[in-house]
């Protein structure tokens, strides 16, 4: 089972929509979770960290499920930008702190 | 303030030649990391470097590929004897540290002929 896994996608949604994306992690002892969104040929840009409680940046929202293990990402009011491919990270202390990034969701918005 | 700088931004090299890659990390930042991506795929690790700690060297796919950081700042990664399957975006990232997220440079786009 690979450490990250994300649906590849893609999906297509109108403008305005609302889109989640789900990503599950094998490794129980992670600690620490992030969503980068990458454009196309560009480098990976952090988007939010994800808490335990949950947490929002305006139309985004990111939820951690410890117990089954998976990190989730809603995007609310989907805007043309927002075409992109979303990375799911997971980082564990394992003496040293590499952290594993998903293959990634792809995004895209339509008029 | 400043953020990740790679350099070069493009680099053509004919197969089984030498190239050295080039990261300056956010100032202050004590991790630095180096990752690759092929066309269409995801990140993989290569090397993490932690102040003046031993480096983790577990993702270099072979005994071609190097790095360093010199004073706990500049990195460079090397490639010898490039071959055409080494072709890929070599990303750069630097963090705070421990479980501190990462924060990456432009990429050098490497292409091997």
């Known amino acids: 089972r690979k450490e990250v896994e994300q649906d590849p996608g893609p999906f297509n949604v109108p403008e305005g929509a609302t889109v989640a994306f789900n990503c599950t992690y094998s490794?129980?002892?992670?600690?620490?979770f992030f969503w980068y969104r990458q454009d196309c040929r560009k480098e990976p840009k952090l988007l939010m960290s994800?808490?335990?409680s949950g947490n929002e940046d305006g139309r985004f929202t990111a939820q951690l499920n410890r117990a089954s293990q998976y990190i989730s990402l809603l995007i609310r009011d989907s805007k043309l930008s927002d075409s992109a491919t979303y990375l799911c990270?997971?980082?564990?202390?394992?003496?040293?702190?590499?952290?594993?990034f998903g293959r990634g969701t792809s995004l895209i918005v339509h008029p | 303030g400043a953020g990740v700088s790679q350099s070069p931004s493009n680099k053509v090299t004919e197969k089984g030649k030498d190239v050295e890659l080039r990261c300056d990390p956010i100032?202050?930042?004590?991790?630095l990391y180096w990752y690759r991506q092929s066309l269409g795929q995801g990140l993989e690790f290569l090397i993490y470097?932690?102040?003046?700690?031993?480096?983790?060297k577990s993702g270099l796919p072979s005994d071609r590929f190097s790095a360093e950081r010199t004073g706990g700042s500049v990195s460079t990664l090397t490639i010898q004897r490039t071959q055409q399957e080494d072709s890929a975006v070599y990303l750069c990232?630097?963090?705070?540290?421990?479980?501190?997220?990462?924060?990456f440079g432009n990429g050098t786009r490497l292409t091997v002929t």
């Open positions: 100032s202050g930042h004590t991790a």
């Open positions: 470097f932690q102040g003046n700690s031993a480096p983790d």
């Open positions: 490794n129980s002892a992670s600690q620490s």
């Open positions: 990270v997971v980082n564990t202390d394992r003496g040293s702190y590499i952290p594993t």
């Open positions: 990232a630097s963090s705070s540290g421990g479980l501190s997220p990462l924060h």
């Open positions: 994800v808490y335990s």
